[in-house]
């Protein structure tokens, strides 16, 4: 019994050790993501400046 105690609590040591591995890669995989998404956000907000200032400039020109 006792050995199978020590087993479980091996196991659950392990599965703890690699959880906290998968959560900080889940972590740094999100990281990652919204440092894209936030590049692709500027991006397109930069064109929509650009757009905006040439329909201002294009509304005084007529």
Same mark, same amino acid.
């Given at each position: ?11 659950k ?9 998968i ?17 692709? /956000? ?5 064109? /929509? ?14």
């Amino acid at each position: 019994m006792k050995k199978q105690n020590t087993l479980d609590l091996v196991t659950k040591v392990f599965l703890e050790i690699k959880l906290d591995e998968i959560k900080e890669e889940i972590d740094e995989n999100a990281k990652n993501y919204r440092d894209d998404v936030l590049t692709k /956000l500027d991006e397109v907000m930069g064109e /929509l400046e650009t757009i905006r200032e040439e329909n201002i400039l294009g509304n005084h020109h007529v």
